[in-house]
C-alpha cells in the first residue's frame, strides 16, 4: 500500500495529536486507519480505547471501525504468535470510533451526574 509523504506523515508522527482534512475520496478513512494500527503497533502498551478517531457521519464510523476490526483479524491470523492482536480484536466493541456526536454523547453519559443531566437522553 502506498502512500504520499504528506499521508506517511499523517501515519507515523507520534509526538502530537493530528487532524487529517482532505476532500472526498482522498484517502482520509484509509490514512486514519494505518495510524490506528500504526500507534497500537509501535506502543504495545497502549490500550484500544485509548485512540480517538472521530468523523462526521455514522457510515464513515462504521467504515473505519469495519476497516480496523478487518487490519486486526488480518493481524491475528498473519501473526498467530503476538498475543496482542487477538487481545486488541477482542476489545474492538470499546474502540472509540465514531462521530462527533457520539463521542460527546459518551463523554456525557460518563459524567451525566457531574454534568447535571440524564445519562439516558437521545441525541436527536
Known amino acids: ?3 504520499t509523504p504528506q499521508q506517511e506523515k499523517a501515519i507515523q ?4 495529536n493530528l487532524i487529517v482534512v482532505a476532500g472526498a ?14 500507534l497500537l503497533q509501535v506502543d504495545e502498551t497502549l490500550p484500544l480505547n ?6 462526521f457521519t455514522r457510515e464513515a ?6 476497516r480496523v476490526r478487518k487490519s486486526l483479524e488480518e493481524n491475528v491470523q498473519n501473526f498467530p504468535q503476538q498475543v496482542r492482536w487477538s487481545n486488541l480484536l477482542a476489545e474492538m466493541d470499546s474502540a472509540r ?3 462527533i456526536h ?3 454523547a459518551t463523554i456525557l453519559r460518563a459524567n ?10 437521545e441525541v436527536l
Open 1 to 3: 500500500m502506498s502512500f
Open 13 to 16: 508522527t507520534l509526538d502530537k
Open 25 to 38: 475520496g482522498s484517502g482520509k478513512t484509509r490514512v486514519l486507519v494505518e495510524r490506528f494500527l500504526y
Open 50 to 55: 485509548a485512540l480517538v478517531a472521530i468523523t
Open 61 to 66: 464510523a462504521l467504515e473505519m471501525r469495519n
Open 97 to 99: 470510533i465514531d462521530t
Open 102 to 104: 457520539g463521542l460527546c
Open 112 to 121: 451525566a451526574p457531574e454534568a447535571g443531566i440524564d445519562p439516558r437522553f
